[in-house]
């Protein structure tokens, strides 16, 4: 980490990224093995846990199994020594691709990515924290990123502006810091996209259903301008696509492939 903490105080837009996304994830296992040593510190004890034992114990099991698959990622780490992740990656930002700014936007506490539901069930991740602020620096620029993100064919930030957007809550977007209120328009918008460009089957049942509900509570017009907009969107989109600007595979697949650009420690 020290090799990578360096070239992001140089500014290298890379190595901040990765830092970036890499010290949330390795806050998170910290946070979550130290919660569980303490859960099972009062097991041996014989104090009574705030829930049941049953309950203590599976919690126990379920951090050290979800933290398992991370623990690699952070061998060696000291938690107390992370440099200010937050602050090479604001200052790096302006020089970022247009994919690591969305991967930026889209990174949960834990270093994961956030994605739209395409099952009902959890949305995975390793939940959140109330000590985790939002850096400001994503507040201002998270919207734009995500917007540009579209503007060149983004997968990953079309989602973001789906669960952005979104006018009911699905799940997942529990993670998504909101940039903005809800808004029926621009979900629909960026739904119906989402549907034009990779099948209906591609936004899932619980996007799906919002969309549904959304169009159903639209009049006429607004919705067949919706319709009209997601339209000439995927036009472009296509166009992208046949040019090699944006691959032509399933958004699911495709913004796992982008959702990798800044995920590992060299």
């Known amino acids: 980490m020290d090799a990578l903490e ?27 093995l130290r919660r569980a040593e303490q859960m099972q510190a009062h097991l041996e004890r014989g104090e009574a846990p705030r829930i049941s034992e049953d309950m203590a114990v599976l919690s126990i099991a379920n951090a050290l199994e979800q933290t398992r698959a991370l ?4 061998e060696g780490a000291d938690p107390a020594r992370f440099p200010d992740a937050d602050a090479f990656a604001e200052r790096a930002f302006s020089r970022m691709s247009s994919a690591q700014k ?13 994605r ?17 602020i939002y850096p400001q620096f994503l507040s201002d620029h998270g919207r734009a990123a995500l917007e540009e993100g ?25 993670e998504t810091p909101r940039l903005s209120m809800p ?11 989402m549907t034009r460009v990779f099948g209906e089957d591609e936004v899932g ?20 301008e919706a319709e009209r907009w997601a339209d000439r969107e995927a036009a472009r989109w296509r166009a992208q696509a046949s ?13 796992g492939e982008i959702a990798r650009g800044c995920e590992s420690f060299p």
């Open 243 to 255: 040019n090699g600007m944006a691959p032509a595979e399933g958004g699911e697949s495709q913004a």
């Open 150 to 174: 579209v503007r060149q064919a983004n997968p990953l930030a079309l989602e973001g502006m789906i669960m952005l957007h979104s006018p009911a809550w699905i799940p997942g977007g529990e």
């Open 205 to 224: 049942p619980a996007v799906g259903g919002v969309l549904a509900r959304s169009l159903a509570s639209m009049g006429a017009d607004e919705r067949a």
């Open 102 to 114: 969305v991967l930026l936007v889209m990174s949960r506490q834990d270093g994961s990515i956030a």
């Open 6 to 32: 360096r070239l992001a105080q140089a500014g290298d837009p890379d190595a901040a990224c990765r830092l970036f996304v890499g010290t949330r994830r390795c806050r998170m296992v910290e946070q979550r």
């Open 116 to 132: 739209m539901p395409r099952h009902f069930g959890s949305p995975g991740g390793l939940g959140g924290s109330t000590g985790f």
């Open 71 to 74: 623990a690699s990622w952070c």
């Open 183 to 193: 808004d029926r328009r621009r979900f629909a918008r960026y739904a119906l996209l």
